[in-house]
Nanobody
Framework: VQLQASGGGLVQAGGSLRLSCVDS????????MGWFRQAPGKEREFVAA????????YYADSVKGRFTIPRDAAKGTVNLQMNSLKPEDTAIYYC???????????????????WGQGTQVTVSS
């Protein structure tokens, strides 16, 4: 399984970006696709996730109401639509794929077996 996130870049505060990740495991019925981010000097943190079964979504409190995680089943991609971006959203964003059900807590990176290389998002003030 290879994952590649794309769509990052530089945007002004208040702007929008859309990240995309190819879901190579879309033939699996369990698990989820997730987005995480890591800012300089900080630990990697959960951003959003969507389950393969049922399309249930989860969001970090810091992005709730601003980010969504739409899935394009026809293209096999999972996107991260980021609106009302803030300077504190600046980070490298990683997509992750989980193929199995573990604990069902998709905010944990232990739920994901595969990780993409990341894409840089920079929000200027």
């Amino acid at each position: 399984v290879q994952l590649q996130a794309s769509g990052g870049g530089l945007v002004q505060a208040g702007g929008s970006l859309r990240l995309s990740c190819v879901d190579s495991g879309r033939t699996f019925s369990d698990g989820a696709m997730g987005w995480f981010r890591q800012a300089p000097g900080k630990e990697r943190e959960f951003v959003a996730a969507i389950t393969r079964s049922g399309g249930r979504t989860y969001y970090a409190d810091s992005v709730k109401g601003r980010f969504t995680i739409p899935r394009d089943a026809a293209k096999g991609t999972v996107n991260l639509q980021m609106n009302s971006l803030k300077p504190e959203d600046t980070a490298i964003y990683y997509c992750a794929a989980g193929m199995k059900y573990y604990s069902g807590n998709y905010r944990l990176d232990s739920e994901y077996e595969y990780w993409g290389q990341g894409t840089q998002v920079t929000v200027s003030s």
